[in-house]
Structures are given as C-alpha cells and as structure tokens.
C-alpha cells in the first residue's frame, strides 16, 4: 500500500475545515462550486468525478487523488471504468502520470472496499 487514502482525505478534511475558519470567505465561494461540480448536467456525478481523478492525476496532487478517488467509488464508477480513464491521462500526462494513476487506482480500491 502506497497511502491510506480514507485517512489522508479525513486528515485533509480537518486542515480544510481550519482554512476555512481562517478565510471563510473564498473558502465558501469554493464550496459552492464544489457543490456545483458534484451535481448532474449535462454530465452526471459520475463522469465528473472521474474527471477530476485524471485531472488530479494529471497535475500530480495526492489530495485530490484522495478525495476524487473515494467520490468516484461514492458515485458508483467501476474499476474497470477508473481503469479506462487512467489509461487516458497516463497517455497525456506520461510517465510522472503513470506513477500517480498507481496511486489513483489503490485510492479508489480503498474506496470501494
């Protein structure tokens, strides 16, 4: 096991929770597009997350590995979708994103167990 992802996103959750007490303002302005993100559109929840986890991949940011890891299983990806989508940003991100796609698929497995 790389990480224990559940206790990074809990352990993240209580710093997030400090830095919005500190700066309550921006950090609810970026509440409510987190809210915006995670509802369905012209993309369900789903396709979102697994958009964010390439994204997260891609940009190489454990935390959001982490979060978007566990929030995809939570909206019902499969493995074998997590799977698909990391085979794309490992072809746009290369080799650093091959070593964070690693991370991504043990974070959702954690997730889903």
């Known amino acids: 096991m790389i990480e224990d992802w559940p206790e990074m996103a809990a352990t993240l959750d209580a710093s997030i929770l400090k830095l919005r007490e500190a700066n309550p303002q921006i950090m609810n302005a970026f509440g409510m597009m987190g809210r915006w993100a995670h509802t369905s559109g012209a993309l369900d929840r789903k396709t979102k997350e697994l958009i964010a986890l390439a994204i997260g991949v891609v940009t190489r940011c ?3 590995i982490a979060y978007h890891g566990r929030d995809a299983a939570r909206a019902g ?3 074998e979708e997590v ?3 990391l085979g794309v940003a490992i072809f746009m991100g ?3 994103a091959t070593m964070y796609a690693a991370q991504a698929l043990e974070a959702f497995d954690q997730a889903d167990a």
């Open 62 to 64: 454990q935390p959001c």
């Open 77 to 79: 990806a499969t493995r």
């Open 94 to 96: 290369g080799g650093p």
């Open 83 to 85: 799977s698909d989508m």
